[in-house]
């Protein structure tokens, strides 16, 4: 049976045999079920690239199949917000003190936290491929309209990804800033290191936060 099969039973044998409990507990909270775990992320916003972004993400695990689940506020409106995880550093998010100068003004670039978050591993794109090669695949990320990511996708992970999760070493980071305040993704901090086609505001991390296991 399918993950999302087994949540839709769940929720129906959970509805049937229990009322009580079900009005009042969060419809989301799996966790202690029939193996499947759940982790949590708290984003908060990268502030020395002048992000007020913040959410959080809900990673449901059952085995290598994950329901991940992004909520972000107060991100760039209408622009392509590539969101990762990040595995294989110290499972941290970076500090205002790992900023570097880009096109001499001080902002966090992606590789200015990789010691911290480590590399992409899951692309959370919104259709197609989920592995780093999707990393910036700009047009199957979410564009926040009215400034909101509500993102919610069932796939299977990578063995690492999801062994990195149950390590507490993965971290969830959702990029994409507007810098200068101007509306869009322009070349106030120059070129992106990652992509030179691609502004550096398009890519800097915008929110960031490690995943942990839900109490
Ligand atoms: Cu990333």
Redesign the pocket.
């Known amino acids: 049976m399918s993950f999302t099969k087994r949540l839709l039973c769940l929720a129906a044998a959970t509805a049937a045999s229990v009322p009580m409990v079900m009005g009042t507990a969060q419809a989301d909270d799996w966790s202690g079920y029939d193996g499947i775990e759940k982790y949590t992320a708290h984003l908060a916003p990268v502030t020395v690239n002048k992000s007020q972004a913040s959410g959080t993400t809900t990673v449901w695990l059952d085995g290598d199949t994950a329901r991940v689940r992004v909520e972000v506020d107060e991100i760039l409106a209408d622009h392509p917000h590539?969101?990762?995880i990040?595995i294989g550093g110290r499972g941290e998010c970076p500090t205002d003190y790992d900023a570097g100068l880009h096109n001499g003004k001080r902002a966090l670039s992606?590789l200015d936290g990789l010691d911290a978050?480590g590399a992409?591993e899951t692309s959370l794109t919104t259709e197609g491929d989920t592995s780093a090669s999707s990393?910036l695949a700009v047009d199957r990320f979410p564009t926040a309209p009215g400034g909101t990511i509500s993102y919610d996708r069932t796939f299977d992970l990578s063995q690492a990804a999801a062994d990195a999760i149950r390590a507490d070493n993965a971290v969830i980071?959702?990029?994409g800033i507007d810098y200068d305040g101007d509306g869009t993704y322009g070349d106030v901090l120059g070129a992106s290191e990652l992509d030179p086609n691609l502004p550096m505001e398009a890519t800097n991390?915008a929110a960031c936060g490690p995943l942990h296991m839900a109490d």
Do not use: E, K, S
């Open positions: 590539a969101q990762h990040h992606t978050y992409v990393g980071v959702v990029h991390p």
